[in-house]
């Protein structure tokens, strides 16, 4: 197939032929940021299937707006969603199944729950040796308040049997080849949770495509993979729902394992809720500042625990200092934190930050290796130069 | 000169620059029917428009923006790795990827059970061609940054 570039080098052929300044030819031929309406300065991991990472500069906002929150597709997007078409059925292990329409769904008591949603592969491209998926740097994450009906509302107007025990999400993401249908289950206690919603607004917004328009499901405190969207079909089941987004994909093995141990499905379990990690979105990574006063900030979530602590070191991890942790806090929500650091001396630092979560883990110095390298939590680290 | 690239290169071009005038809400996710008669009339009408101006837009107009999907690299696979990896996914995908021959066979084969479309002649020549391109001793992939600016410069 031929490329935009191709394209580009036979017009500014053409432009040559025509007596026209080789000048012009090399700006059309220049590689510039990707033109994509909605979305500003987000790192461009994939274009077809879209995959967005943020930068973490980005986070320096309790509340993350959309044009700057990360997108995660394992399809493509519905090529038509109609809110006057679209419908959500629930059923299985139920006793009334049912069909709602966006009308009656937004008839069901409104919920809010801000919550920090992170990929289970963010910062994949940190693991060594590495793996294959998204190779996303830090930035698959982001913090939003999700509002709209409980799920559990929802599901008791159908009225779960009591053989149901798992509750499957399906999505209206169109899937190529023979590639299988991204279909996943969390069980039951979740999905009765009172903070587990069909979301159908984000930041107070109805939901944008990317992020799953009409409804999205939004469990909160657990991967991005469990929250659904463009969700149409719930259906409650006897056990997890059988299916590669299942097992194997999205599973963590029991035990630590080595890079060249291999594991048996047996000895795994579904990747659910986030761990206790922290990000330093600032002083960028090999910035160069000046002696004085210098603000290290960033966000520090926990997922379905509170984050305790978040701790600096600007010697290499020698010694540890508090971070001041920001007002802004909600259960499941990321808090963002600040440390003044007064540097008198020129030279090369490391700079660290460590979360502690109020279950008492703390993120560890080094990553904890996994086959598709989900939940990457180490000790995070910028390198400054101070001149 | 200007009608055969027009017919041979309009097909690709054609949705970015519709996807440009009527400013969809959303990236193009690949090439789709359309079901509406006016959406038919619409693009009717710019393929119109685009005949005569393709020419002198695409000259009088710097465009401001990167290629949205990337290339494969040179080699002997090139073709053949993009019609069985590019018709389901960009290849930015691949460019990503650090892995080793091991990796490499192993994604290789779970995509052809996908759908790819591998001869079984080309499979471990694929898997060379990527695993020779896409090594972990190579740098990493620098991925490009989204512009919600369109072309012209203005904001949306």
Not at chain 1, 188 to 212: Q, Y
Not at chain 1, 327 to 336: I, K, N, V
Not at chain 2, 62 to 67: G, M
Request: charged residues 20%.
């Amino acid at each position: 197939m031929n490329s935009r570039r191709d394209f580009l080098k036979q017009i500014s052929g053409a432009a040559l032929a025509a007596g026209i300044t080789p000048l012009l030819s090399q700006a059309l031929l220049q590689g510039q940021a990707v033109e994509f309406p909605g979305e500003d300065g987000m790192i461009l991991r994939s274009f077809r299937f879209v995959d967005l990472e943020s930068p973490v500069e980005y986070f320096n906002t309790w509340l993350t707006p959309v044009p700057h929150f990360f997108v995660r597709n394992h399809m493509y997007e519905p090529t038509e969603l109609d809110a006057d078409d679209w419908r959500l059925s629930i059923g299985g292990e139920v006793e009334r199944p049912l069909t709602l329409r966006l009308a009656e769904l937004s008839k069901f008591e409104v919920h809010s729950v801000v919550n920090t949603l992170e990929c289970a592969g963010n910062g994949r491209s940190l693991h060594r040796p590495q793996v294959p998926g998204i190779q996303w740097g830090k930035g698959a994450v982001g913090t939003a308040r999700f509002s709209g009906p409980r799920l559990r509302d929802v599901l008791q107007r159908a009225g779960i049997k009591s053989t149901g025990k798992h509750v499957m999400f399906r999505g209206l993401d169109e899937v190529p080849g023979k590639v299988p249908p991204f279909i996943r289950s969390i069980p039951v206690e979740k999905a009765l949770d009172a903070d587990t919603l069909i979301a159908t607004h984000m930041n107070g917004s109805a939901l944008t495509k990317h992020h799953g328009f009409p409804a999205r499901a939004l469990v909160p405190g657990w991967i991005g993979a469990a929250c659904c969207k463009w969700l149409t079909e719930i259906k409650v089941l006897e056990a997890e729902f059988a299916g590669n987004f299942m097992s194997p994909a999205y599973r963590l093995p029991n035990q630590p394992m080595n890079p060249s141990d291999t594991v048996k499905p047996e000895d795994t379990h579904p990747v659910t809720a986030l761990t206790a990690k922290s990000v330093i979105a600032g002083p960028s990574d090999g910035a160069s500042l000046k002696t004085g006063r210098v603000v290290v900030q960033g966000a520090a979530w926990a997922g379905e625990a509170d984050v305790a602590k978040v701790e600096i070191s600007t010697d290499g991890g020698s010694t540890w200092s508090a971070a001041k942790l920001g007002h802004e806090q909600a259960h499941y929500a990321w808090r963002l934190w600040n440390y003044e650091w007064k540097v008198g001396k020129r030279g090369d630092y490391t700079i660290l930050s460590r979360a502690t979560d109020s279950q008492g883990r703390t993120q560890p110095a080094s990553p904890v290796w996994n086959p598709s390298g989900y939940l990457y939590n180490a000790v995070d680290q910028v390198k400054i130069h101070v001149a | 000169m200007w009608p055969e690239i027009i017919r041979e290169f309009l097909p690709e071009l054609l949705p970015k620059l519709y996807f440009e005038r009527v400013r969809l809400p959303a990236a193009p996710q690949r090439a789709t029917k359309s079901k509406s008669a006016l959406a038919v009339a619409t693009m009717a009408a710019v393929i119109a428009l685009l005949a005569v101006s393709l020419p002198f837009r695409a000259l009088a107009q710097k465009p401001t923006s990167a290629s949205a999907t990337a290339d494969l690299p040179a080699g002997p696979m090139q073709a053949k790795a993009t019609t069985a990896c590019t018709e389901c996914h960009e290849a930015r995908i691949i460019l990503q990827q650090r892995l080793s021959k091991a990796a490499w066979t192993k994604e290789v084969d779970k995509m052809t059970k996908w759908g790819a479309l591998v001869d079984p002649a080309d499979r471990d020549a694929l898997i060379d061609y990527l695993s020779a391109n896409f090594g972990p001793d190579k740098p990493a992939y620098e991925p490009p940054r989204t512009t919600d600016k369109i072309a012209s410069g203005k904001s949306k």
